[in-house]
């Protein structure tokens, strides 16, 4: 059975790094592009960027570009989203998913929960 | 960069038909997918290749498009098909894009 599964919900202060983590199973980790996606509080889904585990080449939306960064440890078969510096409005649900070829995500990660408060 | 317009909200009493539209430049060129995303939950996909039902999802949930729409129709809904509904294509100049979502309620 394909799963992700997310690391848990984090309370951050502006300015502090953070890294998030996304482990796949039942499916060949390095086979796979792993979507991240947002969704800021009572809006709607945004595409922020993939990564192919295999060989970490990554590509970022230009909303995301810079902001945030992508890695992956394909011996561990997760994958991460980390900030350097934290954003009030960096506020949001953040997804993990599997990308197929036919560029559309098949299976989803339950989701972290992101709050950044001073 | 490539949109997708979608309606805000749908209504629809329980055993009738939901139609949601996804509004795009040309859609009808382009492979169009289908999210589910009930309250607190992740999105599932329903719908695939404009038209494909992942296994598991019933058949009551069906796909087309042509032109510059696509549109997802669910028939005879039922409450549980109560959600968030999201499309979304691949561009090759904007990537991967979502629709910006359909709320719908069964009445």
């Known amino acids: 059975e394909v799963q992700l599964v997310q690391s848990g919900a984090e309370v951050k202060k502006p300015g502090e790094s953070l890294k998030i983590s996304c482990k796949g199973s039942g499916y060949s980790f390095t086979n796979y592009w792993i979507g991240w996606v947002r969704q800021m509080p009572g809006k709607g889904l945004e595409w922020m960027g993939i990564?192919?585990?295999?060989?970490?080449?990554?590509k970022y939306s230009p909303s995301f570009q810079g902001q945030v960064t992508f890695s992956a440890d394909k011996s561990i078969s997760t994958a991460y989203l980390q900030w350097s510096s934290l954003k009030a409005s960096d506020t949001a649900m953040y997804y993990c998913?599997?990308?197929?070829?036919?560029?559309?995500?098949?299976?989803w990660g339950q989701g972290t929960l992101v709050t950044v408060s001073s | 960069s490539y949109v997708l317009t979608q309606p805000p909200s749908v209504s629809v009493a329980p055993g009738k038909t939901a139609s949601i539209t996804c509004g795009g430049n040309y859609i009808g060129s382009k492979s169009v997918h289908w999210y589910q995303q009930k309250p607190g939950q992740a999105p599932v996909l329903v719908i695939y290749?404009?038209?494909d039902r992942p296994s598991g999802i019933p058949e009551r949930f069906s796909g087309s498009n042509s032109g510059n729409t696509a549109t997802l129709t669910i028939s005879r809904v039922e409450a549980g098909d109560e959600a968030d509904y999201y499309c979304?294509?691949?561009?090759?100049?904007?990537?991967?894009?979502f629709g910006t979502g359909t709320k719908v309620t069964v009445l």
């Open positions: 990564i192919y585990p295999g060989d970490s080449d990554t």
């Open positions: 998913a599997r990308r197929v070829a036919a560029n559309y995500f098949d299976y």
């Open positions: 290749y404009d038209s």
């Open positions: 979304q294509v691949w561009d090759s100049s904007s990537d991967h894009v």
